[in-house]
């Protein structure tokens, strides 16, 4: 194993929407060196790595930014920060513009004007959007890509960022990263729970599969303060493809219906978690399987919905052909996924002010892996990508950079070169991942229990991964590829514990199937009708109950 140090003045962890926008925003606005590190490669990394069809959040004319908080705290049943869901909002049209001057394809009608879909929706090619990103980013002064680059820990002394410590997967490298400020933006977590397909397609699901909660995962370990990680988020999708229902129900119209041609989503309601547990609750009487009902709809409407599923879940459109029957001859059997951990449609992530600055000095967070401000979808990543580049930039103007203490360096290198060098192990890592995906789906309130969980399976939940996460230094990596998977297993397992917290301390049930607790089948307004946050401390998950920012006031922190 080789070891480098490298210095910077802004280290982005995770090149994705958030991570790319946040380079190109430093570089336009100052002269700061910027590293990226990430794990894939650029070019075709993170969410946006297969292109979407639409940008979900965006002020179509008529609308104001402040309908966008009251949607988004709608959906999420008031439980969000609106002075984040604002200042996100103010800028979702700026950032659309810049991505079309960069080249991305937005359609326009006849008059020269965007095509919306919905109220908060535009219809995009976007196949290669990331391309496009990726692009500018190469071009831009001042920064530099490591790409097949995995960052493996924070460097924080005294709640201050100083760096990052970093195995290059490919070349067999331990790096040592100094940075005068830290922006995370590596996305939420998927592969906590049993997902909806065994073997060889298990990674056919929502969220990415290489999301691993890694910058949650850091942050928890280094005492950041978390919120929210409770409002899990569940994807209402087609059965067995898992591609995405959205463009059958707004871009066709397709209603919720059950195996007796009723429709059903107007008996439960019509948020994210309604639709779901809708659905969940549908089969569990005996009126499954639930579909999209499609049966009836134009030749062009058909024409139009293979063309949408081919470009971004191809799989669906194969599933159609292979039948012989379009989606105008059958409708669309549908199903809940697992839960996944995500700030970009939930509020589950790191408690940031308004310049989203976390509670660790010098760390800054943007994207999917920021709390409190749900619904933010591709647009809104790159706006927090930008307000944290922006922060990040005057924070090193006025602040002296740390250093990374050589104690804290040999340590992780111990670490490293202990899962390197052992010959044996009796478990393997994909073995671990497993059995912590059944505990999770056995006790945490995974697809096995319809998603519902009290707090005697939330106590053995904990007590198995706590076992599991004793087990992950007994593991053995026969090359860096390897000692990568190991990484994310103990970022997953840090995840799992706080998920695992958050789901026992909201005593309510506010989310259907998001946080179905057993124990406390109704909503709670008068204690929960709060943040739930935690900080860990001394090993221990310590819970923060906070209370909500609302009507134009803005929460900063006081480190």
């Known amino acids: 194993m080789k070891t480098e140090r490298l210095n910077t003045d ?90 079309e001057q960069l080249g991305l394809v937005i359609l326009k009608d006849e008059n020269g004007k965007y095509v919306a879909r919905g109220n908060r929706n535009l219809k995009i090619n976007g196949e290669n959007i990331k391309p496009i990103l990726a692009q500018a980013v190469e071009k831009a002064e001042n920064v530099q890509v490591l790409n097949r680059v ?90 067995d493809t898992i591609a995405p229902t959205g463009t059958l129900a707004q871009g066709v119209g397709a209603k919720q219906i059950n195996s007796l041609g009723e429709v059903y989503e107007t008996k439960y309601g019509l948020t994210t978690s309604e639709r779901v547990y809708g659905t969940v609750n549908e089969n569990q009487e005996g009126r499954g399987p639930c579909y999209l009902r499609t049966e009836g709809i134009t030749p062009q409407q058909d024409d139009s919905l293979i063309r949408a599923y081919l470009n971004m879940a191809p799989s669906q459109t194969i599933k159609w052909i292979e039948s012989g029957k379009l989606p105008s001859q059958q ?31 010098g760390l800054f967070a943007g994207g999917d892996v920021a709390g409190g401000c749900p619904q933010k979808y591709v647009t809104g990543a790159l706006v927090e990508g930008e ?41 393997t890592t994909e073995q671990l991942e497993e059995a912590m995906q059944t505990v999770m789906d056995s006790y945490a309130g995974g697809i096995k229990t319809n998603y519902r969980f009290n ?12 076992q599991l996460m004793s087990l992950v230094s007994t593991l053995y990596a026969e090359d860096f590829q390897e000692l990568m998977y190991i990484y994310e297993l103990k970022e997953r397992l840090t995840v799992c514990r706080s998920v695992i917290a958050h789901l026992k301390a909201r ?39 906070r209370d909500l920012v609302q009507g134009g006031k803005e929460y900063e922190h006081i480190n």
């Open 455 to 466: 707090e005697k399976q939330l106590d053995i939940a904990d007590y198995k991964i706590k």
């Open 10 to 99: 802004i280290l982005i962890i995770g090149g994705g929407t958030a991570g790319c926008y946040a380079a190109l925003t430093i570089s336009e606005n100052s002269d700061k060196k910027v590293l990226i590190c990430e794990k894939a490669h650029i070019k075709r990394s993170g969410c946006l790595a297969a292109g979407v069809n639409a940008l979900n959040a965006y002020i179509v004319e008529g609308r104001t930014p402040q309908d966008y908080v009251d949607y988004a705290k709608k959906d999420a049943d008031g439980i969000v920060r609106e002075d984040l869901l604002l200042t996100m909002s103010q800028r979702l049209n700026k950032v659309t513009h810049r991505l």
């Open 387 to 427: 307000i944290a580049a922006l922060s990040a930039v005057n924070y090193v103007d006025n602040s002296k950079q740390g250093s990374i203490e050589q104690s804290d360096i040999d340590k992780h290198i111990n670490e490293v070169t202990g899962f390197i060098t052992k010959k044996t192990s009796p478990y």
């Open 331 to 361: 409708n669309v059997e549908i199903e809940g996924t697992e839960p996944y951990i995500v700030g970009g449609h939930t509020a589950s992530g790191y408690w940031v002010d308004t310049n989203r600055a976390t509670t660790i000095q």
């Open 507 to 545: 005593k309510e049930t506010r989310w259907h199937s998001f946080a179905e607790n057993l124990d406390y089948p109704n909503k709670d307004e008068k204690n929960f009708n709060k943040y739930v946050n935690s900080r860990l401390e001394n090993g221990e998950i310590k819970i923060i109950i």
């Open 150 to 239: 995995n960052v493996i820990d924070f460097a924080v002394k005294d709640n201050k960022i100083n760096g990052a410590f970093a195995i290059g997967i490919e070349n067999d490298t331990f790096y040592t990263i100094d940075a005068k400020a830290v922006i995370i933006a590596t996305g939420g977590a998927s592969g906590l729970y049993k997902p909806n397909n065994p073997g060889f397609s298990r990674h056919k699901m929502w969220y990415p599969p290489f999301n691993t909660g890694a910058g949650y995962a850091m942050g928890i370990n280094a005492g950041a303060e978390m919120t929210t990680f409770e409002m899990r988020f569940i994807a209402l999708r087609c059965k």
